[in-house]
T-cell receptor, first 116, second 110 residues
Framework: DVKVTQSSRYLVKRTGEKVFLECVQD?????MFWYRQDPGLGLRLIYF???????EKGDIPEGYSVSREKKERFSLILESASTNQTSMYLC???????????????FGAGTRLSVL | GQNIDQPTEMTATEGAIVQINCTYQ??????LFWYQQHAGEAPTFLSY??LDGLEEKGRFSSFLSRSKGYSYLLLKELQMKDSASYLC???????????WGAGTKLIIKP
């Protein structure tokens, strides 16, 4: 079974703090993704990575950065947390290959971040 | 532009059948996915369609019409554990990104 592990289920931080969200996958997947999910909105892509040290901006990258130093690990960084970044953050990975079942994304359990 | 529409909420009765629709507008369509998400949990993969027609997998089936930009997820013999949100997502073009609908919350009543 594919396993995607996020380091924390719940996190409470203060405005202005630097926040690190970690994600690890154990299936040697090429692609990794960070989303945020808010009520009434679909999953919104923040950043994704299709290879080690490679990253691409998604739809809402402002206020976030990412790091992928190893294939299995993809980190999301909030440089200076703000209250509007309170959300559920979901990490996902996929093997690759658009237009095939290899593009199925597998999700971690999510991190519910509250910024006070 | 790129857009995915699905109903916000649906209610059905245990043992019945329900159809959840999804319409999409996107350039470079390259497959459509359905995911199930229970409250407070991660989305889990249900089905994948890239060609027109019906894909059946046990109690769940998914249909795609690319010319109409339309898909549905059919759930048969509903069980209480099917109460969840159902997310429709479209793969766009030659990259790995999925565009996600806001999800349909399905409520099952006894």
């Amino acid at each position: 079974d594919v396993k995607v592990t996020q380091s924390s289920r719940y996190l409470v931080k203060r405005t202005g703090e630097k926040v690190f969200l970690e994600c690890v996958q154990d299936m040697d997947h090429e692609n990794m993704f960070w989303y945020r999910q808010d009520p009434g909105l679909g999953l919104r892509l923040i950043y994704f990575s299709y290879d080690v040290k490679m990253k691409e901006k998604g739809d809402i990258p402002e206020g976030y950065s990412v790091s992928r130093e190893k294939k299995e690990r993809f980190s999301l960084i909030l440089e200076s947390a703000s209250t509007n970044q309170t959300s559920m953050y979901l990490c996902a990975s996929s093997l690759g290959g658009p237009g095939t079942v290899q593009n199925i994304q597998y999700f971690g359990a999510g991190t519910r971040l509250s910024v006070l | 532009g790129q857009n995915i529409d699905q109903p916000t909420e649906m209610t059905a009765t245990e043992g019945a059948i329900v159809q959840i629709n999804c319409t999409y507008q996107t350039s470079g369509f390259n497959g459509l996915f359905w995911y199930q998400q229970h409250a407070g949990e991660a989305p889990t993969f249900l089905s994948y369609n890239v060609l027109d027609g019906l894909e059946e997998k046990g109690r769940f089936s998914s249909f795609l019409s690319r010319s109409k930009g339309y898909s549905y997820l059919l759930l048969k013999e509903l069980q209480m554990k099917d109460s969840a949100s159902y997310l429709c997502a479209v793969c766009r073009g030659s990259n790995y990104q999925l565009i996600w609908g806001a999800g349909t919350k399905l409520i099952i009543k006894p």
